[in-house]
Every structure is written in structure tokens, then in C-alpha cells.
DNA sequence: CTGAAAGCGCTTACAG
DNA sequence: CTGAAAGCGCTTACAG
């Protein structure tokens, strides 16, 4: 039985094969400059002692270790709730890494000493380069690593002066087309359940709203929750409080969205026909809620693909742009 | 501004504080045999450069990378479909490897091509060790890696011989007693909507309903799903077709039970009076299906966290069992 | 096309 | 308690 601090280094190989290291090197890394007869022996010495490369000492000299981090700057509850978005970051960063042979490290925390340890565990070149997603307040940490040279792509336009690349999706026109449609079906008190004001997301969907509302005779009715189902159902009840009279409600999220469905349900409202609602996400769920969920469909998926190209180009030295800005869609079904 | 090659090593740090390279590690690594004045000096040196060790040249000495991986055979859309199973997994794992500072790499994949990744990769020595979720069939990948020294566990009981350590939940114990509960409230025609067949949850799970029924005299009546809600759908359709009379079913996942409701309620049957149906799993959400869903509780988040407390035992040399086995249990709700 | 040699940035016996 | 030196396992100019 081999032990495992026996594997084999170049250096057997090289043994094996009649050769210097150098020459094993280059045929494992596929230069092409190898004499024909030679690579095939180094092939066989490789494949007979099940020769792997050690990563330490390759990332060592080529200052690459072909992974890069995630990080979500949330606990790990959070991450894995029922809400989706997450996991669809997860999943688009993911394909693209899949497809770039690049190592996915996932970092979860909202601590602070779990922050540390993203700083001190990226800035030791664990890994080629960081993206984060969904930062709240201003953020320091992105900015930081930045400037140390380390490559880096953030989800959602960051608050405050930044000089990193962002991939976001366009909030405010996804969010205005909602409220246009309430107005142009006549609603005439249109509320808001507003998503949490440290974030883009929840900032920007709210000031959508706002300007859609300006161009009407409408006043805003806002509450605000914090994306999640609970949050909406209690935002519900309060605005239901505030004016009895609404009509209508902009959710900012379409988990909100259930909730605030379930309160106006057990109010005895009728959706749409006493309150319309929209949602924001367009998560497969939407469409099985009773009734269907109408809502602004955001690319989640595309989202961390694109974050994933954004910071796979940066680490190869290509120029990026400073902000991609994916389109978001409003999906009219029975809910509004 | 400074850059990306520019960061301090430990030389720059000797020099400026004017010792060895030697003494720099030693109180880099918290050695408690360095005299105060020279530890102060180079806590300071540290400081003013902001030095942080390079990782790639620590684990090529020390052979340890303080990183993990989470190798999830499945395709990253199952792995985040709306089934909430490896979420927990990945949320347990982290839970556990953030407490003792390990970081988490997450391998996800169904390819050929993939899984020859995972083996380069974790070979290559760039984790500590390897945790491997839900492995179908006969895999002969843990096993491979544990005979090269690899510290390993795996999740679920190995199909075929296996020396690698697993940690795995009573599903046997849970079955029995969800089935004797519809045999003690008198139903007499139990069918079941098994998992897939090439998983020991799904044969352990079937295994276990043929085992209780073996007692009484009742048939078995069986249909198999992929632990999909579709799948469940599916099977309870084929089931009502072999049987019409059937009046109970164990359905051996939340969401094929789930899929099953959906089908026993467009039939027309009633719940529990026509037919009475037992999930497995106990998700969040079972609480909230109508009726609430009796189903056996597996404790998913326990089992990702006894994963990587085992992994982490081997990693440091600590004995191990060969096999932890989580306890079920009936949680009875209104659905039978 | 191939090899000898330097070097990536650390840790750790070994001496003193 | 501290330092000089060897060594971890690779890659890559540089010569030839």
C-alpha cells in the first residue's frame, strides 16, 4: 500500500524516463517542443508511477493556483435558505468556472473575523482572484484586495467611490415598467414593500419606484422589509395599516412577495381583484403561487456567469469594462 | 500604488526588522520560543509592510493546504434545484470547516470528464482531504484516494466493499417506523414511491418498507421516482393505476411526496381520509404543504457536520470509526 | 531539442 | 533563544 507522503515528484519520473526534470516539465505542461520518441517515454514513466503534478510547488513558481474564491458576505443560513438567488450565483460562477478548469472556494461569513479571514486567505494568493457578491453598506474589503493587484468582480454596483468592475441587472427600469403597468391598468394607490436600504438591490428598486411614481399623480406608500418571506408579510400588514385603501403593491422581491400574499389573503383580499401585486426575481416558484405571480424577471444565473467571465478576463489581462448591466423583464401573469 | 508582484515575503520583513528569516516565521507561526524585544520587532515589521505569508510556499513545506473539498456528483443544477438536501450538506460542512479555519472547495459535477478533475485535483494535493455527497453506484473514487493516503469520508453507506469511513443516516430505522404508523392506523393497502435505485438512500429506504411489511400480510405495491417532485408525480399516477384501492403510501422523499399530493389531489383522493401519504426528509417546508406532511425527520445539517468533524479527525491522524450512523424519526402531521 | 542551474517563498532540524 | 543552511517540488530563462 503506497503512503501518502511517497507520490511520486518529477523528479522520478524524470528517473524513470531517462530525462531531466525540465524535459519532464515540458511534456507535462504540453510544450511543444519535445522530440517525439522522448515524450512518449516520459508519457509511460508518467502513467506507470500515476505521476500528478504538486500544486504548491507549480503555484509557487507560476504564481497561479487555477482557483478563485466567492464570496458571500452572509452566513451560511442565509446562503441556503429557501431563497434562491444564492444558489443560482453559485451555480452560474460555477458553469463558467467548470468550462475555464478553474477551482470554485466558496466563502460564506458575516462576521468579522470571518472577513479577516477572506482578506488574509485571499491576499496569501490562495487563490488567481475574488468575487463577492451582494455586499452590503460600503464595503471596504473588495476595494482593498483591488488595489493590492489581486483581480476582482463585484455583484451589484457598489455604494460609494469604487474603482472595481461590477456586473449588475438593471433595477430601475425592471422595477419602473412594474409600476407602469399598475398605472396603466388603473391602479391608484400603488405601494411599496421595499428591500434592505444597505444594499443596491433594495436602494435602487425603491428609487424605481419612486420615479415611476413621480410622473403620476400618486403619492408612495413605502415599507420595508428584508427580502425575506416573513419580512413581507409583516411589511404587508403595516402598509394595509397605513392606507386600507391600496390597491396595489410593488414587492421587491418575490419572496416578499409571498408573504405579503399570504397576509393579504388572510385579510380577505382578493388578488388581483382588490390588490394587484408584482413581484421582483421571477424564481421558478412565482409561477405556482395562487395566482401566479407577476414580477420583474432578473437574469440570476447569467448574472454569476457573467461575473465569473468578468473576473476570468481580468486574471488573463484583458481589459474590462468598469459595469455590465444585464436587462431585467417584466413578466406579466395573473397577480397584477 | 503597489503591485501585484510586488508583495512583501519574509526576507523583507528580516530585513527590516533585522533578524533572520528564520525568527520571522517563528513568530509569524506564534513559536513561543522567541525572546519578547525581537518578537515585538517583527510583529512591527509585519505591520508597516502588511505581510502576509505566501500559501503556495508554506504548503509545498509544511504538505498541508488547510483547504477541503466537498465533491457533490451531481450536476450544479440538481445541486440547486429547489431540492434543499445538498444545500444543507454544503451549509453543515461549513459550519464545521469555518470553526476550525479550513476552507471549503466545492466540486460539483456528473461529467466523465469532471470527475477526472476531481481526481487531479485532490491528488495534486492542492485539499487536505476530500468529503464526497451522495455518490451513485458503485464509486470507485474514494476508494481510490484513500488507498493513496488521501484522508476521506463519505456520505451514505458505500455500495460494494469499501474501507473508506462514512457517516450515514438510519434510513432503515425511519422507513419501519413510518410504515408501521400507517399499518397501526389501519390501512391496508401501503404502497411506496421509491428513490432511485442506484443510491443507498433509495435501496436502503425501499429496503426498509419490505422489511416491516414482511410482518403483516399486506403486498408490497411499488413504483420508483429520482427524489424529484415530477418523478413523484409520475409514480403515484403508475401506483394509483396498479391499485386502485391503495389507501396509504410511503413516498421516500419530501418532494416526491410533494409530486404525489399534487397527483392524489387532481385524482380526486383525499388526504389522509381517501389515501394517507408519509414523506422522508422533513423540510422546512413540509410543515406548510396541505394537508402538513407526516414524513420521517432526517438531520441533514447534523450529517454535513459530522462529515467534515470526521475528516477532520483523520487529517489529524485521530482514529476514526468506519461508519456513524445518524439516527430518524417520525414526525406525524396530518397527512397520515 | 535538451539539460544544468537558479529560484519561487517558505519551514525546520541542526548547531551554537 | 537565534541563525545558516538545506530542502519542499516544481518551472524557466539560458546555453549549447
Redesign the interface.
Known amino acids: ?7 511520486p515528484t518529477l523528479e522520478a519520473v524524470a528517473r524513470l524516463a531517462g530525462v531531466s526534470r525540465a524535459t519532464v516539465s515540458r511534456v507535462v505542461n504540453g510544450s511543444p517542443k519535445v522530440a517525439e520518441p522522448i515524450r512518449s517515454a516520459v508519457r509511460r514513466a508518467v502513467e506507470e508511477l500515476g505521476y ?6 507549480r ?2 513558481v507560476t ?1 497561479r ?1 487555477d ?1 478563485i474564491a466567492l464570496v458571500l458576505p452572509e452566513s ?2 442565509r ?2 435558505s ?1 431563497d ?1 438567488f444564492f ?2 450565483i ?2 452560474g460562477v ?2 463558467e468556472l ?1 468550462a475555464a ?1 478553474k ?7 458575516n462576521t468579522v473575523g ?1 472577513y479577516e ?1 477572506v482578506e ?2 485571499t ?4 487563490v488567481d482572484g475574488v468575487l463577492f457578491a451582494s455586499t452590503h453598506g460600503v464595503d471596504p474589503l473588495p476595494g482593498q484586495l483591488h ?4 483581480p476582482v468582480v463585484v455583484s451589484g454596483r457598489p455604494l460609494g467611490r469604487s474603482a472595481v468592475p461590477y456586473v449588475d441587472v438593471d433595477h430601475i427600469g425592471g422595477v419602473r415598467a412594474a409600476v407602469r403597468h399598475l398605472l396603466d391598468s388603473g391602479r391608484s394607490r400603488i405601494a411599496t414593500i421595499a428591500g434592505p436600504q444597505d444594499m443596491v438591490a433594495g436602494i435602487d428598486r425603491l428609487a424605481g419606484y419612486r420615479a415611476e411614481l413621480r410622473g403620476s399623480d400618486r403619492r408612495s406608500i413605502v415599507a420595508v422589509g428584508d427580502f425575506t418571506r416573513e419580512s413581507g408579510a409583516t411589511a404587508m400588514r403595516q402598509l394595509l395599516e397605513d392606507d386600507p385603501q391600496l390597491d396595489a403593491v410593488f414587492v421587491a422581491s418575490d419572496l416578499m412577495a409571498h408573504g405579503a400574499i399570504t397576509t393579504l389573503r388572510e385579510l380577505g383580499r382578493r388578488i388581483p381583484e382588490d390588490v394587484a401585486v408584482v413581484g421582483f426575481d421571477d424564481f ?2 412565482s409561477r405556482y403561487t395562487d395566482p401566479p405571480l407577476t414580477t420583474v424577471r432578473q437574469p440570476i444565473l447569467e448574472l454569476g456567469r457573467e461575473l465569473a467571465r468578468q473576473l476570468l478576463r481580468v486574471i488573463a489581462g484583458e481589459e474590462v469594462p468598469p459595469a455590465v448591466v444585464l436587462p431585467t423583464e417584466l413578466v406579466v401573469r395573473a397577480s397584477a
Open positions: 500500500m503506497s503512503q501518502a507522503h511517497e507520490r500528478i503534478p504538486n500544486a504548491a510547488a503555484s509557487l504564481q493556483t482557483s451560511a443560513s446562503v441556503f429557501d434562491p444558489p443560482s453559485i451555480h460555477s458553469q467548470d478548469d477551482q470554485l472556494v466558496l466563502m460564506m461569513t470571518g479571514r488574509r486567505y491576499t496569501a494568493r490562495h488595489r493590492l493587484g489581486m421558478d416558484i
